[in-house]
């Protein structure tokens, strides 16, 4: 893969949210390839090493405003709402 197809993947997915520019958990986890419950489990496990400037979660509004931005009705069963990453 080109690397300017890798940067046009990775630009589809950063949203603005609160006027940064950020990536959720299930983008993240799938550019460092595991799975988004681990980096969920990490984040939790060391949460002083993210601050709320760096790593924040969604609350039910603003998930329910970037579910509208896709196709489909749900997201695969997300039990929760998720985390996002700014740069």
């Known amino acids: 893969m ?5 940067q046009n993947i990775i630009e589809k997915k950063i949203f603005l949210i609160r006027d940064l520019n950020v990536m959720l958990d ?5 550019l460092y390839g595991v799975p988004t419950k681990r980096l969920v489990e990490q984040v939790k496990r060391n949460i002083k090493r993210f601050p709320e400037d760096f790593m924040f979660q969604l609350t039910r509004d603003e998930f329910k405003i970037l579910r509208s931005h896709f196709a489909t009705s749900s997201w695969g069963g997300c039990r929760y ?3 996002i990453f700014t740069e």
């Open 2 to 6: 080109t690397d300017i197809i890798k």
């Open 26 to 30: 299930r983008d993240l986890a799938e």
């Open 81 to 83: 709402l998720p985390y």
